[in-house]
């Protein structure tokens, strides 16, 4: 309990208010049973405690829904999911219309992106996610995936392995070697699924943060934004490298500090080049703001998957997205759109 309300302050104080006015004071509520993180829900718009919890209700409902239906390590007894999908590889699957309508979402953000962000990188991510448990469990066993390993399971991650047929109401992996990973997808899908859910309520001055994917509903009510820090990727656990002002926008960000395993000395993290079958070494971290989670989620995974020229080129292209680049030496660049919201580090 201590440590909740500990992480609670600590997740505040990183949005406290871009303005000067006084607002109500925000009120919090954490959860740490889904997408293995920890969740959280702000309200800063002075609603009373029975409105807050009916609202906690309601997204903590959507996000656990979510969480069931993405998890590709357990099956539950009341739906078929993507653990599912991924045993039946060969079959068609009956699946929720939720589910249904997600695959077809995680195919057109493949289009978007190139094929940079690829949900069929299941037989790939797969190698990695084995030898990072492996160097987890005994760091002096920890050993990279082979090029033949890696070579062979990318013959089975073509997107179009994956069927959807939404008038039968089922999906089929076509490849029995293929597997499914929204690893890069499907939290920030899920978070916005949430903040809709709170729209539906009337929610205003709302903030989900889920594990560093934070949504911003509205803004609060003095009609300022919320200053939300960017973690340095090069010292995670020290000083945000910037912070910048949001509202009414989803901020995601993907980095070399999370899920990474050290072998004979170098680092490999968790975002996965598809075209090299390795860690994507432009970048320390991505950061995408855009008026989608899922969207802002899918970005950040696939621009780190680009050279700059092609990364700030679909994000120029892209209305009403923006994003942060810091590179391995420490520098940034930004759209000037995220440059905009950034704040001068004297600022309170
Ligand atoms: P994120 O933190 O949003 O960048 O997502 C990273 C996670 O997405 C990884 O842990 C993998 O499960 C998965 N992943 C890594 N690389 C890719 C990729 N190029 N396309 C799709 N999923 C990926
Ligand atoms: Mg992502």
Redesign the pocket.
């Known amino acids: 309990m201590k440590r909740c309300i500990a992480l609670l302050l600590a997740a505040l104080i990183c949005l406290s208010g871009c303005g000067k006015q006084k607002n109500p004071e925000p009120k919090g509520k954490s959860y740490f049973t889904y997408f293995d993180t920890v969740s959280y829900v702000f309200s800063y718009a002075g609603d009373s405690d029975k409105a807050f919890d009916a609202n906690c209700a309601a997204a903590s409902e959507t996000l656990g829904r979510y969480h069931r239906l993405f998890d590709i390590y357990h099956e539950y007894a009341d739906m078929n999911n993507l653990c599912t999908l991924n045993r039946l590889a060969g079959e068609s699957v009956p699946l929720e219309d939720e589910l249904l309508a997600f695959l077809q979402e995680a195919k057109d953000m493949y289009t978007l992106t190139n094929g ?4 069929m ?1 299941g037989s790939v ?1 797969r190698l ?2 084995e030898a990072r448990e492996a160097a987890s469990a005994d760091p002096a066993a920890a050993y990279v995936p082979s090029d033949e390993q890696l070579r062979e399971a990318a013959r089975h991650t073509g997107i179009d392995l994956l069927e959807i047929d939404p008038e039968a109401g089922t999906a089929r992996i076509r490849d029995p070697e293929a597997a499914i ?5 499907g ?2 899908y899920a978070v916005e699924r949430a903040a809709e859910a709170l729209r539906a309520r009337g929610a205003d001055g709302y903030v989900l943060n889920i594990g560093g994917n934070i949504r911003a509903i509205g803004t609060r009510p003095d009609g300022s934004g919320w200053s939300t820090g960017i973690r340095d990727p090069l010292e995670p656990e020290g000083a945000f490298a910037l912070h910048i002002c949001i509202a009414d926008v989803a901020c ?4 070399v500090y ?2 990474y395993f050290t072998a004979a000395g170098t680092r490999y993290h ?5 075209d090299s079958l390795y860690p ?1 070494d432009c970048y320390a971290s991505i950061t995408v703001l855009a008026g989608d989670s899922g969207l802002a ?1 899918a970005l ?3 621009l ?2 680009m050279d700059y020229e092609e990364s700030s080129a679909l994000v120029a292209s892209l209305e009403g997205v923006e994003a942060c680049w810091i590179f391995p030496d420490g520098s940034v660049r930004s759209s000037p759109g995220f440059a905009a919201l950034i704040e001068e580090a004297n600022e309170p």
Do not use: Y
Not at 116 to 119: E, I, K, P
Not at 252 to 255: A, D, E, F, H, K
């Open positions: 940079q962000m690829n949900v990188l991510l990695w996610h990973d929204v690893g890069a997808f939290k920030g995601v960000s993907s980095g999370e899920r968790h975002i996965i080049d598809p994507a989620d950040s995974t696939a780190f998957c």
